[in-house]
């Protein structure tokens, strides 16, 4: 049989495939999100994410070491905070000497080049357990948008490399940049949550940090999954406000807007593997039907195919050691 084409010449061994691969997952590619609680020694399993774990500060320091020496140089940083220290308003989160702003230093101090990526959004402080400040079951967005400028400058002073506003209110990363700018923080970025959706997707973190919505849902803040062309418009417009990248989450479902946004953004986009993603795969191989390890490996780098440029994924420091084991 004489045939013209024969692309299986370039699938014929290891060393060809690798030669002509179109992407590649790196360490360098990754954020490790992390969850801290007050206390000390202490390390908790979430119950819906196995091996994923909140840490008390000097746990979490302990961690955060072997995550760096496996060549992982960024974290998103999420706090577990205490019932009592919740209010509608959220103002523990500017606080100079609360959880977040505590670990932003003690972090900074034992690993300084460590990229450390703070959130900005109330959900964690909330007694609503909202993105934002409640009135008469309305979310206030202008009201909020000004404690977040707060939040955000506080966590710069902290050492924060990058704020990333999750909250999704009209206009706040503008707001937030004239606030780091006027503070003098010109050098912190901003990562935004550009297209975050009404997903549910997110049931495991809010677990993991006690912040699931007291009453309603998202829906009138977050994206309705159904829309593309809204997550063009979000992405334009944080990204004339001054966002230095814009991220699309969850990212599972959602990598034909990943597509779509890599066309039209001239900064990086990020792609957030959130926790039920994660809790599927580790239900599926904890029960024998998948291979974790190539389920997990082909997930990433479908996003990155997708035009992912940075993935924020709780499987980071396994991927890290598989890729350090080295990969066909």
């Not at 205490?82 to 003690?106: C, F, I, M, W």
């Not at 990229?115 to 979310?139: M, R």
Request: glycine share 6%; hydrophobic share 45%.
């Amino acid at each position: 049989m004489e045939l013209t084409h024969r692309p299986r010449r370039l699938r014929r061994t290891a060393q060809i495939r690798r030669l002509v691969r179109e992407h590649t997952l790196t360490t360098g590619d990754l954020i490790y999100p992390v969850f801290v609680m007050e206390g000390e020694d202490q390390v908790q399993e979430v119950p819906s994410m196995p091996d994923c774990y909140r840490y008390t500060l000097d746990r979490l320091i302990l961690e955060l070491k072997e995550v760096y020496a496996l060549g992982i140089g960024a974290i998103a940083l999420f706090p577990l905070i205490p019932e009592h220290l919740k209010d509608n308003a959220g103002t523990e989160s500017y606080n100079p000497e609360g959880l977040v702003q505590r670990s932003v230093r003690a972090i900074k101090a034992v690993l300084p080049d460590l990229l450390i990526f703070t959130d900005v959004a109330l959900d964690p402080y909330s007694s609503e357990g909202h993105d934002g400040i409640v009135k008469d079951g309305e979310i206030l967005n202008d009201e909020t948008v000004e404690v977040l400028v707060k939040q955000a400058v506080s966590q710069a002073a902290a050492g924060a490399d990058f704020v990333a506003p999750s909250d999704m209110m009209d206009g706040r990363v503008a707001a937030i940049r004239a606030g780091l700018d006027a503070a003098g923080y010109t050098h912190v970025g901003i990562l935004a949550y550009s297209a975050k959706y009404a997903s549910a997707y997110y049931g495991p973190f809010r677990d993991a940090l006690d912040s699931a919505p007291k009453f309603g849902d998202k829906k009138t803040y977050q994206m309705d999954p159904a829309n593309v062309r809204e997550a063009v418009r979000e992405v334009s417009l944080d990204i004339e406000e001054g966002a230095d990248l814009v991220m699309v989450k969850p990212a599972l479902a959602y990598m034909d807007v990943i597509a779509q946004l890599k066309q039209v953004s001239d900064v990086p986009v990020a792609a957030y593997n959130v926790s039920g993603e994660y809790a599927m795969v580790k239900a599926a191989a904890r029960n024998g039907w998948i291979d974790e390890k190539k389920v997990v490996l082909e997930t990433l780098l479908g996003f990155k195919r997708a035009g992912a440029d940075v993935i924020l994924t709780y499987h980071a420091k396994q991927v890290a050691q598989w890729l350090q084991a080295g990969l066909d």
